[in-house]
T-cell receptor, first 116, second 115 residues
Framework: GAVVSQHPSRVICKSGTSVKIECRSL??????MFWYRQFPKQSLMLMAT?????????EQGVEKDKFLINHASLTLSTLTVTSAHPEDSSFYIC????????????FGDGTRLSIL | AQSVTQPDIHITVSEGASLELRCNYS??????LFWYVQSPGQGLQLLLK??????LVQGIKGFEAEFKRSQSSFNLRKPSVHWSDAAEYFC?????????????FGSGTQLTVLP
């Protein structure tokens, strides 16, 4: 089945550091990828929709300059948390939808980001 | 706007007992419906989905769900729960058409399985 690889699985870094998270579709082409954030014991909240070759669409309240998204190819989208602070600590999950635009989305295993 | 409600935050069942997790949605038309499972520190795994047709959907790991249009519900069931089923379960909906088709998740139900 369709596989989405997310890397790294866990990051611990100091406040002020920028952190890049990669999301790759391994066996299909993903024109659209989604980035979610999940706080402990809460649901997934959509942060942004990443479209290959164009600017990402951010949800209301999500700072685009804080969370930089790049979707340069049909198999890779990256989320960079710039100048991360402790309040950015969270579980970030990506998902990808294949080129046909169908459902369902395929999810990565998530990245646990901890900012000290 | 679409929304998903999972009224049970936490459910505890004994191993071998039956399980039903509730999900209600609000949407103008019949959306695409999904159930996902998440183990601690992991991503989401799709259990089953409903697009159209037969309202009783079979999924992986012995799960099934029934779409009831009149009740705007898509409840997840399993006749006999195993200890490995302990996890967080999310119901989700997506528009049946349109360019976005993004998922909206419910708040999740934490399942605890007693030995």
């Amino acid at each position: 089945g369709a596989v989405v690889s997310q890397h790294p699985s866990r990051v611990i870094c100091k406040s002020g550091t920028s952190v890049k998270i990669e999301c790759r579709s391994l066996d299909f082409q993903a024109t659209t990828m989604f980035w979610y954030r999940q706080f402990p014991k809460q649901s997934l909240m959509l942060m942004a929709t990443s479209n290959e070759g164009s600017k990402a669409t951010y949800e209301q309240g999500v700072e685009k300059d804080k969370f930089l998204i790049n979707h340069a190819s049909l198999t890779l989208s990256t989320l960079t948390v710039t100048s991360a602070h402790p309040e950015d600590s969270s579980f970030y999950i990506c998902s990808a939808r294949d080129r046909g635009g169908g459902q369902p989305q395929h999810f990565g295993d998530g990245t646990r980001l901890s900012i000290l | 706007a679409q929304s998903v409600t999972q009224p049970d935050i936490h459910i505890t069942v004994s191993e071998g007992a039956s399980l039903e997790l509730r999900c209600n949605y609000s949407y103008g038309a019949t959306p695409y419906l999904f159930w996902y499972v998440q183990s601690p520190g992991q991503g989401l795994q799709l259990l089953l989905k409903y697009f159209s047709g037969d309202t009783l959907v079979q999924g992986i790991k012995g799960f099934e769900a029934e779409f009831k249009r009149s009740q705007s519900s898509f409840n997840l069931r399993k006749p006999s729960v195993h200890w490995s089923d302990a996890a967080e379960y999310f119901c989700a909906v997506a528009p049946p058409s349109g360019s976005a088709r993004q998922l909206t998740f419910g708040s999740g139900t934490q399942l605890t399985v007693l030995p």
